[in-house]
């Protein structure tokens, strides 16, 4: 009885093993490593990138693929890339991009009077208000005030502040967290 043999066109490594309870293993140098996560601002467009790959490199997102690695996601969003070798099994990697809609979120946000004495009331277009919080210039909460069932509109009283510059940190209902200056008279 011959061996037979077989050729294999690829740099995968297959190890036969004979024997009961045998175990073979699978090496490949199928590799692929992709770009570092990475942020955008709404509206900018990203070119996907492989730092190293062996095979034919294929970008996905939601399990389509992309008939292009330039993209313009419009929220945050995961790409998968995979490479794919003759023979050897597909290697895969992701990335997510991270959009930053912090500019579009600051236009529906409105905080008056500005400068004020006492009552400083914050308005959103769009999404419920969760906690305002007053910050000084170390960073230390001063002042904190969660949702008062308002909705798009809280009030908080900064009386009992020395007149001053101060952030006002609004942590939103979908998490997001929108700083403004606010003054004290």
Same mark, same amino acid.
């Given at each position: ?8 066109? #690829?740099? #995968? ?13 699978? &090496?490949?140098?199928?590799?692929? &490593?992709?770009?570092? /996560? ?22 996905? !997102?939601?399990?389509?693929?992309? $008939?292009? /690695?330039?993209? $313009? ?9 995979? $490479?794919?070798?003759?023979? #050897? ?6 990335? &997510? !991009?991270?959009?930053?809609?912090? %500019? ?31 910050? %000084? ?15 798009? /509109?809280?009030? &908080? ?11 006002? $940190? ?6 997001? !967290? ?8």
């Amino acid at each position: 009885m011959g061996l037979k043999t077989f050729s294999q066109e #690829c740099p #995968c490594v297959k190890a036969a093993v004979i024997g009961k309870n045998a175990k073979a293993e699978v &090496i490949s140098n199928n590799e692929i &490593i992709a770009m570092e /996560n990475v942020e955008i601002k709404a509206g900018e467009t990203i070119d996907l990138q492989v730092l190293k790959s062996t095979g034919v490199v294929s970008w996905y !997102v939601n399990g389509k693929k992309l $008939s292009s /690695n330039l993209v $313009s996601p419009t929220e945050t969003t995961e790409y998968q890339v995979k $490479s794919s070798l003759q023979g #050897c099994p597909d290697v895969f990697d992701k990335v &997510i !991009v991270n959009v930053n809609n912090t %500019d579009d979120i600051n236009n529906t946000i409105s905080v008056f009077p500005n400068p004020t004495n006492d009552l400083l009331s914050v308005s959103t277009r769009e999404k419920t208000i969760k906690t305002l919080s007053v910050i %000084d210039v170390n960073g230390k909460i001063l002042l904190e005030k969660e949702y008062s069932g308002n909705g798009n /509109n809280e009030t &908080i009283n900064i009386a009992s502040l020395k007149s001053g510059y101060y952030i006002l $940190s609004i942590r939103l209902s979908d998490n997001s !967290v929108v700083s403004k200056k606010i003054i004290k008279t």
